[in-house]
């Protein structure tokens, strides 16, 4: 994820709204306790997915890829009164941390936890989504994709994290691992979507920003 240079990352935090106390807290345990910490959304990111969310001011909210919640309470910030989101992950083990964190941030009322496979819980659903945020297993990106855009609304906003994968995505296919070659795949899969307008945030790990047209 070094695209930057971390002074400039520094700087770049330093001169955005600083993280709330439970996220604080959150990030603290996060990487002192959990393995694979990078997974965070973290200060900067988590900023950016708030700005969005209090942008679109969406009333209901899909994210598949839970990790400790950071990213679902900064998505959160942005609902309308009774607003719901959504929040998916196949990992059972983290769920009474998030809970935890949920509870601290007062989301309880706001944010609905599912735990499974996110291929079979996405067709449940029969909302609309404002507002969808893909930070899930990298080989999955397409059709997770595929289930979403048609659940959300014109004008909604699909975020993918992730997306320029520590940089790999410009390695030669034949060198790709399956990872990278699955997150490749679906880039080039979205830049050739007529139903949508995109940008690539060079941001953190990549931030592929979705717009349904």
């Known amino acids: 994820m070094d695209f930057i ?13 600083p993280e709330s106390p439970i ?21 900067l990111q988590g900023r950016i997915l708030s700005m969005f969310s209090s942008m679109l001011k969406p009333k209901r909210i899909l994210e598949i890829g839970t990790y400790t919640g950071y990213s679902a309470i900064c998505l959160s910030e942005g609902l309308v009164e009774g607003g719901l989101l959504h929040t998916i992950d196949i990992n059972e083990e983290l769920m009474p941390m998030v809970k935890k964190y949920f509870a601290k941030a007062g989301c309880d009322g ?26 899930a297993d990298k080989k999955n990106y397409s059709a997770y994709f595929d289930l979403v855009v048609s659940k959300v609304r014109k004008g909604g906003i699909v975020i993918a994290d992730n997306v320029l994968w520590s940089g790999k995505v410009l390695d030669e296919a034949g060198k790709m691992d399956v990872d990278t070659k699955a997150i490749a795949d679906f880039n080039s899969k979205i830049i050739a979507d007529e139903r949508i307008e995109k940008v690539l945030f060079p941001v953190r790990d990549g931030l592929l920003v979705m717009r349904v047209l």
């Open 23 to 43: 996220l604080k807290e959150l990030n603290r345990e996060t990487n002192a306790k959990i393995l694979m910490p990078r997974m965070l959304s973290g200060h």
């Open 110 to 135: 706001k944010i609905r936890m599912h735990t499974g496979d996110a291929l079979k819980i996405i067709p449940t659903f029969e909302e609309i989504f404002d507002l969808v945020f893909i930070d």
């Open 5 to 17: 240079s971390q002074n400039i990352v520094a700087y770049a935090e330093a001169h955005s709204s």
